[in-house]
Antibody
Framework: EVQLVESGGGLVQPGGSLRLSCAAS????????MSWVRQAPGKGLEWVSY????????YYADSVKGRFTISRDNAKNSLYLQMNSLRAEDTAVYYC?????????WGQGTLVTVSS | EIVMTQSPATLSVSPGERATLSCRAS??????LAWYQQKPGQAPRLLIY???TRATGIPARFSGSGSGTEFTLTISSLQSEDFAVYYC??????????FGGGTKVEIK
């Protein structure tokens, strides 16, 4: 059974940093591209970042470019999102998703709240 | 950026009735269109990809159609578990897939 489990969310002050993790199981992680997608409270879905299966090709949404860094460790079956210079508008549930495309499996999400 | 527009924003339907949801792209996305279902407090679930192919385990009452810029998700006979928010997503401009704003299907 495919499982994606996010962790690392929490409350952080504006300008702060947070690192999200996504633990994958039930499939050969190194064969799949992955993405982060977020959802602000009561709002729709927004793609954040993409990484190919080897980690050599990476893309970011304009809204996070220069502040967020996506990475992966295929030996640990894990995906990461390093978030720096956080803003109030980054407050959202962050999902990791297996990118086939489209997103055929999603984690349960982790809530990031940016507030003073 | 390809803009995806869903209509209506809210659809009130009685159990057992048919629901028809629309999604329009600002430019052609070919058949690179997916539909997701999201229930409160849960992650989205893939229903349809390639505009018309049901994902694994999705009941036959869900069907998708369309190509280019106009797409439709039809739920043939609404069950209680189908009341949720539905999102379309284009992945023609992959990996910068953009989502529609969602359609909430509520009980009439």
């Amino acid at each position: 059974e495919v499982q994606l489990v996010e962790s690392g969310g929490g409350l952080v002050q504006p300008g702060g940093s947070l690192r999200l993790s996504c633990a994958a199981s039930g499939f050969t992680f190194s064969n799949y591209e992955m993405s982060w997608v977020r959802q602000a409270p009561g709002k729709g879905l927004e793609w954040v970042s993409y990484i190919d299966n080897s980690g050599s090709t990476i893309y970011y949404a304009d809204s996070v470019k220069g502040r967020f860094t996506i990475s992966r460790d295929n030996a640990k079956n894990s995906l990461y999102l390093q978030m720096n210079s956080l803003r109030a508008e980054d407050t959202a549930v962050y999902y990791c998703a297996r990118d086939s495309p489209p997103y055929d499996y999603w984690g349960q999400g982790t809530l990031v709240t940016v507030s003073s | 950026e390809i803009v995806m527009t869903q209509s209506p924003a809210t659809l009130s339907v009685s159990p057992g009735e048919r629901a028809t949801l629309s999604c329009r792209a600002s430019q052609s996305v070919s058949s690179n269109l997916a539909w997701y279902q999201q229930k409160p407090g849960q992650a989205p679930r893939l229903l349809i990809y390639g505009a018309s192919t049901r994902a694994t385990g999705i009941p036959a009452r869900f069907s998708g159609s369309g190509s280019g810029t106009e797409f439709t998700l039809t739920i043939s006979s609404l069950q209680s578990e189908d009341f949720a928010v539905y999102y379309c997503q284009q992945y023609n401009n992959w990996p910068r897939g953009t989502f529609g704003g969602g359609t909430k299907v509520e009980i009439k």
